[in-house]
């Protein structure tokens, strides 16, 4: 079988993904990062009254059109305590920034540019029509469609969500994924592996990388290679309606690799499998009707490329969230050889040049089996297929492992 290009593999994994429809209603403090599934519209008219911007005196600005008129002070307007009173002819209120501008004041003088005088006040300054003054309805009014289906909740849009007086927020649901980690030779953390065992890493990176993505994680936890245990775990994953089902390991098809004819006896329709990529080769994408599977390599540094190049994309299209952008452009520290017909991802460091520009400087070990290599790369080289060597200094693109490594 060819192997497939990377991106055709994740143009054909995306193609047919359908962004999850159902919503939900949760309260502001539980809303960050969600996306709306209807228009918001606010509860409320803001600000509720003409407000004054400033510290200073309401008055109307018929009285005061020029320095040196005098009013008189008949009342105090505070945020929470306004003049119940009007403001008549030759006549001022003491306000503070926030207030409610009193019936029959226009303009706001600012308190510095008044004199204190027994009873009132000299201006010193003239003063326009509707200064300093926030009309009633200058940020949204009642009914308004403040913020549109499909925003995400960040913490500006929380802020004024709030403020129109809605306390809670129908989004759209996170996409479930299910995750099911398969080997006999596989142990939970905390365990004491005997022999030929070890300890199963990959469910705990990818579930972290899923939420972050936008999903909640159905942990499936480990199952033995055996087609019943397989089989029932798949069920528990459809029958909890997962949008996603994450196979680790067993996806490829020697004789201890059960995963992939087991989803396929169950119903599966496998669209392709083996990827022109290195590490990763063994990916396998197929679905259950509208369920996704993602079958992915066991080794952990395979599963976590994997996870960073196809379901990290289909989570967020899944999510109606936008990509994360992960692709940059740097410079080789030092030469790369030429490639072979896969597409490699090289863990590197990133690190800056004396004059002030990125370089990319891939570790002397790239065996996939190496968590710790990962652990301490800030990126992945990118080469894609037959590229030629490529010298130090050169332009090179790279995959940033924390997106905002560069800003």
């Known amino acids: 079988m060819n192997l497939l290009p990377v991106a055709e593999a994740l143009s054909r994994l995306l193609s047919r993904a359908t962004p999850v429809a159902a919503s939900e209603t949760l309260p502001l403090a539980e809303a960050e990062g969600r996306v709306l599934a209807v228009d918001l519209k606010s ?13 200073g005196y309401a008055l109307r600005r018929d009285d005061a059109p020029e320095p040196g008129a005098v009013l008189k002070v008949i009342g105090t307007s505070a945020a929470g305590h306004g003049f119940e009173g009007s403001v008549g002819k030759g006549e001022a209120v003491r306000i503070f920034t926030g207030a409610p501008v ?18 009132g006040v000299r201006t010193n300054f003239p003063v326009r029509q509707g200064q300093h003054v926030r009309p009633r309805g200058q940020d949204f009014t009642e009914g308004e469609a403040v913020l549109a289906a499909g925003t995400v909740l960040d913490f500006s849009r929380l802020t004024v969500a709030a403020g129109m007086n809605r306390p809670d927020v129908e ?19 905390g365990s004491t592996p005997g022999p030929s065992q070890i300890i199963a890493s990959n469910t705990f990176g990818i579930a972290a990388l899923a939420r972050k993505a936008g999903a909640d994680v159905l942990d499936l936890g480990i199952v033995p290679d055996d087609k019943v245990r397989i089989t029932a775990a798949i069920d528990t994953a459809r029958a ?56 992915l390599p066991g080794n952990p540094v395979s599963s976590l490329v994997c996870s960073l190049l196809f379901l990290e ?58 968590m710790k290599v990962f652990a301490q ?10 590229a030629p060597e490529l010298p130090a200094g050169a332009p090179c693109p790279v995959m940033l492992l924390r997106p905002d490594l560069l800003a």
């Open 377 to 386: 790369a800030d990126c992945l080289i990118i080469r894609p297929p037959h």
């Open 313 to 370: 994309p289909l989570i967020r299209k899944l999510a109606s969230l936008p990509p994360v952008r992960r692709e940059a452009m740097v410079g080789a520290a030092t030469p790369l050889r030429a490639n072979d017909h896969r597409q490699d991802y090289i863990r590197a460091k990133l690190s800056k040049s004396a004059a002030g520009t990125w370089l990319a400087e891939a570790f002397g070990k790239q065996d996939s089996s190496m």
């Open 102 to 119: 009193p019936a029959g004041a226009d303009s706001v003088l600012l308190q510095e540019d008044a004199e204190k005088i027994e009873d």
């Open 43 to 55: 509860g409320i008219t803001q600000p509720p009254f003409d407000a004054s911007a400033m510290d």
């Open 171 to 189: 989004v759209l649901k996170r996409p479930l994924i299910a995750i099911l980690a398969t080997g006999d030779e596989l142990l939970p953390p």
């Open 240 to 295: 909890a309606e997962a949008d996603v089902i994450v196979t680790l390991g067993g996806a490829s098809v020697g004789d201890h690799d059960l995963v992939q004819a087991t989803l396929i006896e169950a119903g599966m329709q496998l669209d392709f499998w083996r990827i022109a990529m290195r590490p990763g080769k063994p990916l396998m994408v197929g679905s259950f009707g509208e369920t996704h599977v993602l079958g």
